[in-house]
Every structure is written in C-alpha cells, then in structure tokens.
C-alpha cells in the first residue's frame, strides 16, 4: 500500500506536489525562510558579482552596464609577473605547512596516548589547546614581539650565524615563521581527532599482542597504527584538497614590502589589488581563478577519500 | 596491570620530559606576554629575549594606563557588543537552519541542505562580499560587524548531526497532539540539547572575540567603531601607540609606553584565559562532531 501511495504522490505534477509540501509543512518553509534569506544575502548574491570578473567594472555602470572584456582579466594575471611568485607561494606554504603539521598531532596524540597517569594526560591535553583560543592578531603580536632586532627568534638565530637583524622582517625567515606559529597555534586543536580515534582502537587487540608477545613498540606499529591509518589517510587527502587554499588573514598581518618576495599568497594579492588598490574586476578574475582551481582539487581529494574509505573497510 | 620492561620504562620517563616540555612551549609566549605586562618599563625596553619572571619591581602602571584611555576602553566595549550580539544572531538562526536540516520527509529537504552546504565550498570571493554588505549600506555601521559574520554552515551541520540523535517518536507524539513546529522546536528539542548549544555559543563567541579582517575591511571611516582585536593591531602591529594615548597626557604616558602593547595583550586574551579551561569539554565534543561529519 506504501508503495502504490508513493507512487500516486511521484505521477502527481511537481508544482501540485511543492503545494501540498508547502500547505502541510508551512510551519517548516516559515522556520527554514530567515536562513535561505540570510544565505541568498551574504553567500549568494556576491556570486553574481563574480561577473565582474569578465567586466571591465565600472562603479557608475554597475554590474549590468560595465564593458564585457571577456577573459582579459584572466590573460593579464596569467600573464603578469607576479602570476609564478604567487603560485609558487602559495603552494610552497601549503606543502610545507603540510609536512610539519599534518604528521606532528599525530605523534603528539601517540605521545599522550602512552601516559598512563590519566590527570597528567588530561592537564596536557587542556595546556596544549590554550593557543588555538587566542586571536591570530595577538599571535602575530607576540611573532612580532621575538621576532624584532633583539627578539628572542632574532637573538638564537644570530646565535647560529644568522646576520640579517630582524627575521621578521626578512624573506628567508617568513615561512619558517608562519608555518611555526601556526603549529603553536593548531598542534593541541588537531590533535583531538587522533587522540579520539586512539581511545576507539579495540582493546582485546592489545591483550591479544601482549599475549603473542609484543612490547609497547611492537604494539604501537601492528595495533595501534592500524587502528587509525583510515582516519589519518582519510585527514591526509582532506588536507590534500586545501593545497591551494592559503588564507589572507595571516598573511596581510604578517607581511611586509621586505618579505612579498616568499609571504605574497595568491589570497593576499586578491586582498591588495581589491580592497587597497580598488581593482575590483581583475581581484574578482583572480580569486575566481583560485576559488576553481581549490574546488576541482577538493572534489578530486574527495573522490578519492570515499574510494580509500570503502576500501580500507573491509 | 603488567609490569614494565626496561625499555618501557625508559620511554616512559623520556615521553614525560617531552610532553612536560611541549606544555612549556604551548604556555610560554602567553607567560612572557603576561610577565613584560607588569615589569619594570625602562627594564623592558632595555631588555631582550624571554621574560621568565617580572623584571625589576612589578608595576601595574601599563594597565592603568590603557584603564584610563578611553579609546582602548571603547574598543572593549564594542567587542563585547559586537560578540553578544552577533553570537544570539547567529546561534537563532544556526537552531533554525539545523531543525529543518535534521527533520526528515520534507521536499525540500533535500535543496536546502545542498543550499546550505554549498555555501562551505564556494563563494563569491572578497570583492563581491564587501560590494554586497557596501549596498545594503552597512559600511562604517555595527551591523558589518554582527550580521555578515553570523551564520556558519559547518555549525549549522554540527548542530543537525546532533538534533538527528534525538528520537523520532517524542516529536512525532507531539506533533500528533497538535504541537506547533516552533512549540516542538523550543520546548522539546532545545531542553534536551543544552550540551551542543553551549557547543555551538562556543565556536561563535570565541570566533567573534578574536575577529579583526571583517572590521579592517568594513570600518573604514568609523574608528570609534573599532573591535579590540583592531585597536590592538595598530598598537602592536603598525606601531601607533603614539596616537592611542595621545589624548592621555603627562609623564606616565611616556615612562609606560613599553608596557602598552603587553597590557594591552593581556586584556584581550584574559576573559579567553579564564574561560577555556571550564568550557574545553564541550569544545572537544563539537570539534569531534565536526571532523566526523566534515
């Protein structure tokens, strides 16, 4: 009888349909309107705007009214010199900031997960989340603050040889920092996933590699390790999918004429020719351009994180 | 529990001394922060590395100082405005958004939670944003700082997943008795979901607390509109401590001026400090919530 009435409701035509759900369920349209509205605002309507992207814009023409160009815009930062610096930034940081931070919460996770004073692991836990809490204005604050001519970071460099005053300011150290701050910052917060796939690995698997035989290493590598690979592989290709993604925030705190040459991400170039410069249609060219390269890697990354997934359950 | 070989043992020692040291590296800059806040000015400028302890006699002058100005003051305010209102905007909307989401056998069910969702993975970039919040003319207003910001999709989702937990046959019963949506909403789903709302009032307000890009972007004109995290920016970061006590006057200004950035530092991350050991528990759970589903 279920089926034959679902299948009533399907020959139904849809606007016949969508007035019967609207009539039945008017309460739920009411609820769900200030948020349709809110999200047709501020997420949707500048999506239009992204026209201006092939526009020569002009404020008093309006979106409408503005030259079409076609993919000028694209051609001029394509061809620009800066196109190559910003690219290679930008994947720089990423891959960088990839190799530091991706792998150290986890051995910080298998780090706490060996203590066995549960006070103690949980009073680390606590401190090692106080830096995701603060602001990233304070962090580069204080970046700042070690980083000056007689900063603590200036001083030990100096100490190993290092003769280029302050590294704040200085091209070869921007990375270096950024990346390390950001570790500060996002090593205790990261961590939580790992530390709660820690606490689900099975633990008759542990009695039964103890009774085999195997010591604390032993089963860390065969048990442990294994227990949460899909959760790591899983992190891994999700990340994979953020490679383009550098944020402007930042950035544009931390850099500095001095330091373009290595801290100028393609987010940050957006933020300057848009805002500061009002070079409204190339900025939109440009972040359009970053905005579809980061989706088709994330759709990528997320075509192959539900293969591995159904794969690695078996 | 079985005994420890030696080896064991060994790293059991080394794995403490590593985490101990970890905690001190994770506490440190905060504690540098806190300690050239009340130490001795002419000693601060003087001096250069970390600050283990308070150098020279312990001084409060650099607080009083920025108790006494007003724009420091101000900007305190605004971020207390600012974080009160757009959290109770954002988290109304956020139940509303997550309500919907989590009731089954709607037609639109299905829309709306791509409608929502899409929103996390595109978007019409810098420039279209502000030209958007531009027209509505809420340029140089509060309201570029409460409403653009709101409503985030990745809460709304941590919300939903929750809300999806509750049994179906409570609502159904009271929807049977004749219960209004909204009466469903506030008195049966809201009682039981305390935890994840305290969740969700979390990752707003501390997101709110330390925002700065949307008022350097939509405060152009209006500094007496400006959030802390702002007025600290042009105090540490472009140097205008000059300009912000200005309209203090006398020797003190001058004797503390070193103090400024630390003090100022500090009050923006203390009420954060106090805070967060009290509220981690649910922070932990939401982040969970949130990795599982994202």
């Given at each position: 009888?279920?089926?034959?009435?679902?299948k009533?409701?399907l020959?139904?035509?849809f606007?016949l349909r969508l007035?019967?759900d609207?009539?039945?369920?008017?309460q739920?349209y009411?609820l769900?309107?200030?948020?349709?509205?809110?999200?047709?605002?501020?997420?949707?309507?500048?999506?239009?705007g992204?026209a201006m992207?092939?526009?020569?814009?002009q404020i008093?023409?309006?979106?409408?009214?503005?030259?079409?160009v076609?993919?000028?815009?694209?051609?001029?930062?394509?061809?620009s010199?800066?196109?190559?610096?910003?690219l290679?930034?930008?994947?720089?940081?990423?891959?960088y900031?990839?190799?530091?931070s991706?792998?150290?919460p986890?051995i910080?996770?298998?780090c706490?997960?060996?203590?066995?004073n549960k006070?103690?692991?949980?009073t680390?836990?606590?401190?090692s989340?106080?830096?995701?809490?603060i602001?990233?204005?304070?962090?580069?604050?204080?970046?700042?603050?070690?980083?000056?001519?007689?900063?603590?970071?200036t001083?030990?460099?100096?100490?190993?040889?290092?003769?280029?005053?302050a590294?704040i300011s200085?091209?070869k150290?921007?990375?270096?920092?950024?990346?390390g701050?950001?570790?500060?910052?996002?090593?205790?917060?990261n961590?939580?996933?790992?530390?709660?796939?820690?606490a689900?690995?099975?633990?008759?698997?542990?009695?039964?590699?103890r009774?085999?035989?195997a010591?604390?290493?032993?089963?860390?590598?065969?048990?442990?390790?294994?227990?949460i690979?899909?959760?790591?592989?899983?992190?891994?290709?999700?990340?994979?999918?953020?490679i383009?993604?550098?944020?402007?925030?930042?950035?544009?705190?931390?850099?500095?004429p001095?330091?373009?040459e290595?801290?100028?991400v393609?987010?940050s170039?957006?933020?300057?020719?848009?805002?500061?410069?009002?070079?409204?249609?190339?900025?939109?060219?440009?972040?359009?351009f970053?905005?579809?390269?980061?989706m088709?890697v994330?759709?990528?990354?997320?075509f192959?994180?539900?293969?591995?997934?159904e794969?690695?359950?078996w | 529990?079985?005994?420890?070989?030696?080896?064991e043992?060994?790293?059991a020692?080394?794995n403490t001394?590593?985490l101990?040291?970890?905690?001190?590296?994770f506490?440190?800059?905060?504690w540098?922060?806190?300690?050239?806040?009340?130490?001795?000015?002419?000693?601060?400028a003087?001096?250069?590395?970390?600050?283990?302890?308070?150098l020279g006699?312990?001084t409060l002058?650099?607080?009083k100082?920025?108790?006494?100005?007003?724009?420091?003051?101000?900007?305190?305010g605004?971020t207390?405005?600012?974080?009160v209102?757009?959290?109770?905007?954002?988290?109304?909307?956020n139940?509303l958004a997550?309500?919907?989401?989590?009731?089954?056998?709607?037609m639109?069910?299905?829309?709306f939670?791509?409608?929502?969702i899409?929103?996390?993975?595109?978007n019409?970039?810098?420039v279209?944003?502000?030209?958007?919040?531009n027209?509505?003319?809420?340029?140089?207003?509060?309201w570029?700082?409460?409403?653009?910001?709101?409503?985030?999709?990745?809460?709304?989702?941590?919300?939903?997943?929750?809300?999806?937990?509750?049994p179906k046959e409570m609502?159904?019963?009271?929807?049977?008795?004749?219960?209004?949506?909204i009466?469903?909403?506030?008195?049966?789903?809201?009682?039981?979901?305390?935890?994840?709302?305290?969740?969700?009032?979390?990752?707003?307000a501390?997101?709110?607390?330390n925002s700065?890009?949307n008022?350097?972007?939509?405060l152009?004109?209006?500094?007496?509109?400006y959030p802390?995290q702002?007025?600290?920016?042009?105090?540490?970061?472009q140097?205008t401590?000059?300009?912000?006590?200005?309209?203090?006057?006398?020797q003190?200004v001058?004797?503390?001026?070193?103090?400024?950035?630390y003090?100022?530092i500090?009050?923006?991350?203390?009420?954060?400090m106090?805070?967060?050991?009290?509220?981690?528990?649910?922070?932990?759970t939401?982040v969970?919530?949130?990795?599982?589903k994202?």
């Amino acid at each position: 009888m279920d089926s034959k009435k679902a299948k009533n409701t399907l020959k139904k035509p849809f606007f016949l349909r969508l007035k019967l759900d609207i009539k039945n369920h008017w309460q739920m349209y009411l609820l769900a309107l200030p948020v349709v509205l809110y999200f047709a605002i501020f997420n949707y309507a500048p999506m239009f705007g992204i026209a201006m992207a092939f526009e020569k814009y002009q404020i008093k023409k309006g979106i409408f009214g503005s030259q079409l160009v076609g993919l000028a815009n694209f051609k001029r930062f394509f061809l620009s010199p800066f196109f190559w610096r910003l690219l290679k930034n930008t994947l720089l940081i990423s891959f960088y900031g990839l190799l530091f931070s991706f792998p150290l919460p986890i051995i910080f996770a298998l780090c706490l997960n060996e203590v066995r004073n549960k006070r103690f692991k949980k009073t680390v836990q606590t401190i090692s989340y106080l830096p995701y809490f603060i602001s990233v204005v304070v962090v580069v604050s204080i970046l700042f603050d070690f980083g000056k001519a007689n900063g603590l970071i200036t001083n030990i460099a100096s100490f190993f040889g290092w003769e280029g005053g302050a590294v704040i300011s200085s091209s070869k150290w921007f990375r270096s920092l950024y990346i390390g701050s950001n570790l500060w910052q996002h090593l205790g917060y990261n961590s939580i996933i790992f530390i709660s796939a820690l606490a689900a690995v099975d633990p008759t698997l542990y009695e039964a590699a103890r009774i085999d035989g195997a010591n604390r290493w032993k089963q860390t590598l065969h048990v442990t390790l294994p227990g949460i690979a899909s959760t790591i592989i899983v992190l891994l290709i999700l990340r994979l999918g953020q490679i383009m993604g550098v944020g402007y925030e930042k950035i544009i705190l931390m850099y500095g004429p001095s330091t373009y040459e290595t801290a100028d991400v393609i987010s940050s170039y957006v933020y300057r020719v848009g805002i500061l410069d009002a070079d409204y249609s190339y900025s939109t060219a440009v972040n359009l351009f970053n905005s579809l390269v980061n989706m088709v890697v994330l759709f990528t990354a997320n075509f192959i994180s539900r293969k591995v997934n159904e794969t690695s359950i078996w | 529990m079985n005994k420890r070989s030696t080896g064991e043992k060994i790293f059991a020692v080394f794995n403490t001394i590593f985490l101990l040291m970890l905690c001190v590296i994770f506490f440190l800059p905060v504690w540098h922060v806190a300690m050239g806040s009340i130490s001795d000015p002419l000693k601060v400028a003087a001096t250069s590395g970390l600050y283990f302890k308070p150098l020279g006699k312990i001084t409060l002058g650099g607080y009083k100082l920025i108790m006494q100005n007003s724009t420091i003051l101000n900007a305190y305010g605004n971020t207390i405005i600012y974080v009160v209102a757009a959290t109770l905007l954002g988290l109304v909307l956020n139940i509303l958004a997550a309500y919907v989401m989590s009731t089954k056998g709607l037609m639109f069910g299905k829309p709306f939670a791509l409608f929502v969702i899409f929103t996390m993975i595109f978007n019409g970039g810098l420039v279209p944003t502000f030209m958007v919040v531009n027209k509505l003319g809420m340029m140089d207003t509060r309201w570029a700082l409460i409403i653009p910001g709101a409503l985030s999709a990745y809460n709304i989702i941590i919300m939903r997943t929750s809300f999806a937990e509750i049994p179906k046959e409570m609502l159904e019963a009271a929807r049977i008795d004749g219960a209004s949506e909204i009466k469903i909403l506030t008195r049966i789903i809201l009682p039981v979901s305390k935890s994840i709302i305290a969740v969700i009032v979390l990752f707003y307000a501390v997101q709110h607390w330390n925002s700065w890009f949307n008022a350097a972007l939509y405060l152009q004109k209006s500094r007496n509109l400006y959030p802390l995290q702002l007025t600290l920016r042009e105090i540490v970061l472009q140097s205008t401590e000059n300009a912000i006590v200005a309209d203090a006057d006398g020797q003190d200004v001058m004797i503390y001026r070193p103090l400024i950035k630390y003090a100022t530092i500090m009050i923006s991350i203390i009420p954060m400090m106090i805070l967060y050991p009290f509220v981690q528990k649910y922070f932990v759970t939401g982040v969970m919530i949130g990795s599982v589903k994202g």
